[in-house]
């Protein structure tokens, strides 16, 4: 499902793509960082942002976003990153949220707008 193929020489190890039929039905994409002293990463410690993970809409609850995660997950840790973080804009905060906290992942950071 997820692959890296040619992409890695081009965009880095932190881009990955699945694709079904040879049509890209979903990517994800992190970039490195050191933190400089988060509440919840300590200063010094190296750790990977999501910055952006697209599932196509037909293709969701079919474990590919879950597969995903995991590959950029296993790329990071392979270069001693065991830290990730994750940011959202979305209108469908109980369905992200449940599907993060799935993956292992807690929440640090809320905003609420009326």
Known sequence: MPHNDSWNSIFGPY????????????????????????????????????DDFYVTPECRSEGIGAGLLAAIEEAASRAGIER??????????DRISNFY????????????YK
């Open 15 to 50: 881009f990955l793509v699945a694709d079904r039929d040879h049509e890209i039905v979903g990517f994800i994409f992190g970039s490195e960082h050191t933190s400089k002293g988060l509440a919840v990463i300590p200063a010094g410690q190296r750790y990977l942002e999501i």
């Open 84 to 93: 990730f973080l994750v940011y959202s804009a979305t209108k469908d905060l």
């Open 101 to 112: 906290r799935e993956q292992g992942f807690k929440s640090w950071y809320v905003q609420l």
